[in-house]
């Protein structure tokens, strides 16, 4: 137990050197600010998210159904019985179960990984689920999630600039071998493709935006939006995506 706290402070005081010869330090200093000030956002469950499970997307209409009761069911029972979800039921069993829909406690412990311990447990509860879907009927169309790449609230044009930044920041953080997010996180570019700031001085007043990040990429950053503007005055944004067959 010793060992898992002994290197820790040396270690600190090399990591803070090379920060330093870097001229790095004040990239670590503001994301643990940023950090400090962050309030976690409350963890809330969503029924849709059964359409993230690996494998979902090849069910078919009334397999898919059937993923989305039994994904529910798990939630209810990992918080009946405080437990977390994929020990209550892992998702390729979940996947399984859809595809199988087993109507009969034979068929059910019949299912690969469907043991007798949760034949015992829960079994009643997932014949139940299976059996609310088949009624339910079909499920034609995947649900819609919230996106979470920055993007939410966008609009066209807002998005294209997004992208625009976001194409820019990797380049520069490949370039300087650095995180991209601890160069620009999506929060600040969401900001920026909002605000469409065409200084440094207007970069300055967005939220978020460090002094570090106006010195270094301040320039860089407003001439990208500022050809973004004259691309926008010639009608050339929002550029369409190639169409793709199939």
């Known amino acids: 137990a010793r060992l898992d706290t002994h290197y820790l402070l040396p270690l600190m005081a090399d990591l803070r050197r090379l920060l330093e010869e870097r001229g790095r330090s004040m990239i670590v200093e503001a994301e643990c600010r940023r950090l400090e000030q962050l309030e976690p956002a409350p963890i809330t469950f969503n029924p849709d998210e059964w359409v993230k499970v690996k494998g979902a997307r090849a069910l078919s209409p009334i397999s898919r159904q059937v993923l989305k009761e039994l994904f529910a069911l798990r939630e209810e029972l990992a918080d009946r019985w405080d437990s977390p979800p994929f020990r209550v039921m892992n998702n390729p069993l979940l996947v399984l179960l859809a595809h199988e829909r087993p109507r009969s406690p034979r068929k059910l412990s019949q299912v690969k990984g469907f043991s007798q311990r949760l034949m015992r447990k829960m079994g009643d509860e997932v014949l139940a689920a299976v059996a609310r879907a088949i009624e339910a ?4 169309r995947f649900p819609t999630l919230p996106k979470k790449d920055g993007t939410a609230g966008l609009s066209e044009i807002e998005v294209d600039l997004y992208d625009r ?10 370039k300087e071998g650095i995180e991209s997010s601890y160069l620009l996180n999506r929060h600040v570019m969401s900001r920026l493709a909002k605000k469409r700031p065409r200084s440094v001085e207007e970069l300055g007043a967005v939220e978020g935006v ?7 990429y301040g320039d860089g950053l407003a001439r990208l939006v500022a050809q973004f503007e004259k691309a926008v005055a010639r009608g050339e944004v929002p550029r369409r995506k190639p169409w793709k067959r199939g």
């Open 165 to 174: 930044l976001k194409r820019w920041r990797k380049g520069v953080a490949d």
């Open 210 to 216: 460090l002094d570090w990040q106006l010195e270094r």
């Open 137 to 140: 009927g079909p499920l034609e």
